[in-house]
């Protein structure tokens, strides 16, 4: 066997939870031969869809339960998603600006296996759970570094980022449809064979039970950065998740955080290191204290109605502190004018657009 130690990046959606049951019914049945260690990592990024979170929470002791290792990885404290945006002041991410999915995900998950291959000595074989569409060609460019073809968030950028002496990645279930996933998690496999692992909650989060969409992309709670969240939405809909209806509250919370009166803006003098000025003179930046400090109650009174723990106790205290330390991200230190002020727009040669109001 060229890998003695292998390890599953587990997310607890759809296609990760496929390929964890997959790997050991073909390990149990003696279709393939069982590593020397397996190891299921969890990113926890804190923002994980609650049914979704207890789903495998109850998948990761099933795997203990088999013998196998599992471990939750989660973010540095400062590197959380409510600290790094509350207590540094960044913005929610965008599209442009995307941040979340190595921070939160990506860096957890590559220091965990760094930790794992010196223990062992050797390079893991790394397996996830992407997948492409009807068409190899098409899909080829997968390395993506969000979800696509009803895949989950972060992955085709994992696929990518690995570093090759810490991994080599296999994505087990690369040409599996999505039917053939639905009838691997809800019990149709091969042979009458029950894979043991509790994974028919999942397709109920996504609505594949019901008449519900059934295309829901799944990632963080409320994700900004997709056009509707609609797993959440599925979520809602049934009377035993009902309450957690205030997670709707938090994508309009980050748009309102976008917006120029809550951000500071650069003055227009931004230069690079040879002197010329930058690409975006007069590019807005990140979030002011008034702004951190309302957002940060608003997700207090969040959670509490939802009855989700989103911003924990250790971490509201780091980001009162680094508030009350004036902490700003690299590069503004807070004398930087309010965004939503008149200015004249500066181009990167220099030449301004006077401000006509």
Request: hydrophobic share 40%; net charge neutral; with cysteine.
């Amino acid at each position: 066997m060229a890998y003695k130690h292998w390890a599953i990046g587990f997310s607890g959606g759809k296609d990760s939870s496929t390929v964890l049951s997959v790997v050991i019914w073909l390990i149990e049945t003696g279709r393939v031969k069982a590593p020397e260690s397996l190891t299921v990592l969890m990113s926890d990024t804190r923002l994980e869809m609650p049914p979704l979170f207890a789903t495998a929470q109850k998948i990761l002791q099933e795997v203990r339960d088999r013998g196998h290792k599992a471990q939750l990885v989660q973010p540095t404290l400062d590197d959380r998603f409510f600290v790094y945006m509350f207590g540094r002041g960044v913005p929610p991410p965008s599209n442009t600006f995307r941040w979340c999915t190595p921070q939160l995900k990506i860096e957890p998950m590559v220091g965990a296996l760094k930790a794992l291959r010196d223990h062992y000595g050797q390079k893991f074989l790394m397996l996830t759970g992407v997948r492409i569409g009807e068409s190899a060609a098409r899909d080829a460019r997968i390395a993506v570094s969000c979800g696509k073809n009803n895949s989950e968030c972060g992955q085709g950028w994992f696929q990518e980022s690995t570093p090759e002496a810490v991994a080599d990645t296999l994505a087990p279930i690369l040409h599996w449809r999505l039917c053939q996933v639905w009838d691997w998690l809800t019990g149709l496999v091969p042979e009458g064979y029950d894979h043991g692992f509790s994974t028919k909650l999942i397709a109920s989060v996504y609505g594949q039970d019901e008449d519900l969409e059934t295309h829901a992309r799944t990632g963080c709670i409320a994700c900004n950065l997709a056009s509707r969240d609609v797993a959440l939405e599925n979520i809602i809909a049934r009377p035993q998740w009902r309450y957690l209806a205030p997670l709707l509250e938090l994508r309009p919370l980050y748009a309102e955080l976008k917006k120029p009166h809550n951000r500071l803006r650069k003055d227009g003098t931004e230069t690079r290191r040879d002197g010329s000025l930058v690409s975006n003179p007069c590019r807005m930046g990140p979030l002011t204290f008034e702004a951190r400090l309302w957002a940060l109650d608003r997700v207090l009174d969040i959670q509490a109605r939802a009855r989700v723990d989103l911003i924990n106790a250790e971490e509201e205290a780091r980001i009162r502190e680094l508030i009350a330390l004036q902490t700003w991200p690299r590069g503004w230190d807070g004398t930087e004018p309010l965004a939503s002020l008149p200015f004249d727009n500066v181009f990167p040669d220099g030449s301004k657009q006077p401000n006509l109001i």
